[in-house]
Structure formats: C-alpha cells, structure tokens
C-alpha cells in the first residue's frame, strides 16, 4: 500500500457495508464512500486532469469535501483544501501560484467564485466543476449532472510514494501564503506508527475536528479509514457554542478526540464537562500549540479514563514529529508540558548557530530529520533552501533537517520542552500566523505611514491576540474600523488584529528600528482590552 | 416589529463600537464570514447581557441564533421579552 488512498480502498474492498463518516445525522459506508470518490476521479480525469496536476478544492468540511480529496488522489492529482472564509483576492494567489488545472466547487462556494471571477482570479486555463447543483453566470465546465454520469469504478493510477498527495498552505512572512508540498510517503508513515500507537481499530469513533486545510486533518481523515474507523467530522459552526462541542463528543460516543487545545479551554472555561464526562473516550490528542499543564489538567481531572497524549510537529514535518504520553496528573501546573521523544522514523535535534548540539538545558534552535519531512515549498526554492538545510551529521547525501522556527531544550529528564519561538511567527487559537503577513497587507496601505504588528497575550482570548500599531499619513483621520474593512479584503478574519492604537510615531529602538517590545507594553498596560469605543488615542 | 428593528440597531452598533465592524447589511451571514467566531461569541454574549440587562444562559443558546443579526434579535427578545 503506497498510496494515501490504497488503506482507504482497503477497507471498502473487506468491509463495504461498515461507516466510514457519520454526518449530521447520516451514515455513509466504505463502499459508498469509495464509490464517490471513484465518480470524482473520472470527473478530474474528463476535465483534462492528468498525473501531477493541481486540484483546489472550495467545499466546505461535508462527506462531498472527503470524497473530493480522495476523488483527487485517484486521478493522480494533488489537492488543495482552501477555507471558504478566504477572501477572494488570497484564493486568488494560490490558484495563480498552483496553476491549478480544476476548481472543485459547490453551492456555500457560490459568492467566492462570483467574486473571483469577477476580479479576474480564474485562469482561462482552469477548470471549475461544481459537485452540487448548477449555478447561473459563473463559469461551469462541469455540474452535479456531469458528475452522476461518471462511472463509480476505480481508475488506474501511475502514482508513486514519493508523488505529492496535497499542497497545504500556510501564512507566509512575505505577505504570500507559503504552499507545503506533502507526499503520500509522508502521511503514510505518520498514520502506520500512530495506527500502531495508540491501537485504532475499527469500532473506534474518531474526531474530524481540524478544518481541512489544516494538516491535523490529514490524520483525522486518513488515521481513521486506514484503521477502518468511523469518522465524525465536526461542524466548524459547532466550535462557537462549548456546550454543544461536549454534547457532540457524548452524544457520537467518540472514542477519539484530536484538536487544537485552544477548543478543550473553551469547553472547559464554559463548565461544559463534568466529571467522568465522554465514558466511550479513551484517547484525547492534542496538537498544534502548547497546552498549558493547568488546562491539560483540569481536564485529567475530570476524565481519568481517558489517556491524554501531547502531539508536537510543524506542518512541513507531517502532522506530528513527537509525542508525549501524559503518564499522570502534573504536579507543577506552572511547567510547560513536554512534546516528549520523537515518532518512530523521526530525530529531533536542539542545534546552536553553527548548527552543533548544545548541552541538556540549553535552549537552541528545533530541527526535525526524517521521513515525514516535506519536500518544500511550492515553487520556492529560495524558502525551501532557508529551512530545510543538508543534515550536518548526515552520512547520506541528501539527508535534510528542517529548522522550525520553535525554541527548545532537554530538560534534565530527557523531555524536550519547547521555550518560544526565533521568529514572528505566533499561534492564536491553533492558527499558525506570520505577523510579517499582516504587516506586508498593512504596508500596502496608502492612507498608512507606519504600521507594526505585535502579539500581546489577552485575558478573553486563549493564547495570544494581535494588536495593531499604526501612524496615518498626515492629514488623515484613519480610523480602525476601515482599516479592518481593508484588511479584510486580502486576510483570512483569524489574522486580522483584534487591538489597535494610533500614534503620532511609533516607539523606535536604539537602532532606529520599531521597537516591538515597547509597542507589546504599551499594549498590554491597556489591561489586554480591545479599543472598544473606538476612540484614537496617540503617546 | 419595531421593537425588534431597535434591537437590531442595538446589535449593529455592538459590531461597530465593540468589534470595530462595519456590518456589510444586516442579513449578512455572520458565521460564515467568521465575523462572529468562538472568542467573539463570547464577548457578544457578555455585551448583550451588559447592555440589556438580560442573562443568556450558554446552554439554552442554539448556534442559528447567532447566523444573522435578525435572527440574534430574535434570539433576545425570545430569551428576556423585556429586552424588546
């Protein structure tokens, strides 16, 4: 089995009529799953789709997104999931930067095209299918009629281990969105040893909780059809309200749950958990940003049944590089949680500048080796060149570390603790942000002289807020509501500062640089509260 | 009707005083868009019961209450009749 799909069809084949996906009430089988999928991949391959091809998909987390992601691995193509939230001018730059050839769409998808196509973001070469329906004026190469015409049987595949199963992109520094390659190699080793790790098995009940354009889902996705698991994707709209996510986990009886941990401080700030809360849980994984230990063990507490497990990776090393099982209740709540030893395939190393080892409880810098390392980014080889670096102890040519931008040190135990960041990158609910992205959109600003970005921690926010500082051009009275509607225009609404403040300059440092530091402070003597009457105020 | 259209105005201006939002129209899906997104349901909650003076109880909240801003004035006037 060396293609993402191959664990998935495995099952359909021996088990047809068992769940695959449970979704808002329904149940879609194996087979019919497969059977979707296969009508996808005729489709692609019907709209000029052929090996290597880029395929973006505009559907919203539903059974049809899973199928169309499966549909594009068996034409041989690499799928894109892009968030509908998306401002058309992003969507945008990643189909130009893809060269898609098709554009997966349904009707939720109906007012991003339109505004695509209007401010001429579809190529005369790229193709849109709609799965669902057949919408009036917007380019249409295929409908939902097309689609139920297309035979439900597999297609041959030419695909091979180390072809790209999908590209997912992250907030990029320059201001563009950075496209991860990501190969069918690489997920498979991810999902084999935590198959193997944490013992899924069919009759298990698996959360889909991460959006799908987020690399978490990739495990959720394929951990759960390869085990031949059941899948229960979570409503994005069901995050809002804490009480129903915990009524979700109860009532679907999951014995899985995966997600960011910004979601279990919502549910547990709510009250919504009880004691001896999810009876059918047996596993609780996290990834994607540090869980302090108090949140890690309110909810031990509360779920001694359950076993908790910290996962620790980038997107560009695959979903997780390291794992922590939590073996009891922390006894200091003050201590970070460890991310624990590295998954099997996987080294992680702690390098000074001169890329050496430093001694146990030094902080250096983080590097992952192995085989869940992404081959780079999208057509950029200058970024691909600045974090993934020849291994300096590699004894194979070809052997590469990935720099992750995170800071870490062994402690005196052996655990590997991460202690921040090298750079601006910030986590803020479980979304991986480049401060410089937002700051490179602010930049092009006209009624802007100056503008910075800082994260400031924020009492009601778990994690880190954003919060703005800007100077508008003289003359100018701008105002924060406009510049958010500016914004707005070209940033996903996680990335768009929730604080702001005008100055008549902004604080610089001895070098004349802005000083970000200063600007943090100022920010948080504000008491962490948002500029609520909307009033400028200027130092 | 027109108690209902004042609370709608309330909402409205909650979005531009408190979130810095100028709502696009007021039937604007506001889930969707992400305007309205799991920190800031919370923050709304807290002002509409500061504002009105009612108490909106998380657990008796449905997530369609919170697609549209009639339907969030809705909601309040539903929840505490002497909000509207």
Request: glycine share 8%.
């Amino acid at each position: 089995m060396k293609l993402l799909q191959h664990g998935f069809l495995a099952q359909a084949e021996q088990r047809p009529e068992a769940p695959a996906i449970a979704w808002k009430g329904e149940r879609l089988s194996y087979a019919g799953l497969a059977a979707a999928s296969h009508r996808i991949a005729h489709l692609l391959h019907g709209l000029g789709c052929r090996r290597g091809d880029r395929v973006v998909l505009l559907l919203p987390k539903s059974p049809l997104a899973i199928s169309a992601m499966l549909g594009t691995l068996g034409a041989d193509c690499a799928y894109t999931p892009v968030d509908l939230k998306n401002p058309a001018a992003r969507v945008a730059q990643i189909l130009a930067a893809l060269d898609a050839r098709v554009l997966l769409a349904c009707r939720a998808a109906e007012k991003l095209v339109a505004s695509l196509a209007a401010e001429g973001g579809i190529a005369p070469s790229l193709r849109v299918a709609w799965l669902d329906g057949e919408p009036e004026g917007l380019p249409a190469h295929a409908t939902a009629n097309d689609l139920a015409r297309c035979p439900d049987e597999l297609l041959p595949t030419l695909n091979g281990e180390g072809d790209l199963a999908h590209i997912l992109f992250t907030s990029g520094s320059t201001g563009v969105p950075k496209g991860v390659m990501i190969t069918h190699a690489n997920v498979i080793h991810f999902i084999r040893w935590a198959i193997a790790h944490f013992g899924i098995r069919a009759g298990d009940r698996c959360s889909g909780h991460s959006p799908l354009h987020f690399d978490l889902s990739t495990f959720d996705t394929y951990g759960t059809f390869w085990a031949g698991a059941e899948l229960h994707p979570v409503a994005p709209e069901m995050n809002l309200l804490p009480h129903k996510l915990a009524k979700f986990i109860r009532d679907a009886e999951l014995t899985q749950w995966f997600s960011v941990p910004s979601a279990l401080n919502h549910m547990a700030k709510a009250g919504a958990v009880c004691e001896y809360d999810f009876p059918s849980l047996r596993r609780l994984l996290w990834c994607g940003e540090a869980w302090h230990a108090a949140g890690l063990a309110h909810w031990m507490r509360r779920l001694p049944h359950v076993r908790f497990t910290n996962l620790y990776g980038p997107t560009e090393a695959t979903i997780a590089s390291s794992y922590y099982d939590v073996p009891a209740l922390p006894e200091d709540e003050t201590r970070p949680v460890p991310i624990g030893e590295p998954c099997a395939g996987e080294a992680l190393l702690v390098l000074d500048e001169a890329l050496q080892p430093v001694a146990v409880g030094e902080t250096g810098d983080l590097y992952i080796r192995g085989v869940g390392l992404s081959p780079g980014y999208w057509k950029d080889a200058t970024k691909t060149e600045a974090a993934f670096l020849p291994n300096p102890f590699a004894e194979e040519p070809g052997d590469r570390i990935y720099r992750t931008g995170d800071l870490a040190r062994f402690a005196e135990d052996g655990a590997l603790v991460l202690v921040g960041r090298a750079d601006t990158q910030i986590k803020s609910r479980g979304y991986r942000i480049e401060l410089g992205e937002i700051e490179a959109v602010l930049h092009a600003i006209d009624e802007l002289e100056e503008s910075a970005v800082v994260a400031v921690e924020s009492a009601g926010i778990d994690g880190l807020a954003i919060a703005c500082g800007y100077v508008p051009r003289e003359g100018l009275a701008l105002e924060p509501a406009e510049l958010r509607t500016q914004l707005a225009a070209r940033l996903p609404a996680y990335m768009i500062p929730s604080h702001w403040r005008r100055f008549e300059r902004l604080p610089l440092n001895a070098n004349g640089k802005v000083d970000r530091k200063a600007l943090k402070e100022l920010f948080a003597s504000d008491g962490g509260e948002s500029d609520r009457g909307g009033e400028a105020r200027s130092t | 009707m027109e108690k209902l259209d004042k609370l709608q105005q309330q909402i409205v201006a909650i979005f531009a005083e408190r979130f810095e939002t100028k709502l696009p129209s007021e039937d604007i899906d506001l889930l969707e868009t992400g305007l309205v997104d799991s920190v800031k349901i919370v923050e709304l909650v807290l002002e509409i019961e500061a504002r009105f003076g009612v108490s909106l109880p998380f657990e008796d909240l449905e997530i369609e209450d919170f697609r549209t801003v009639p339907k969030l004035a809705e909601c309040i006037a539903r929840t505490a009749p002497a909000a509207a």
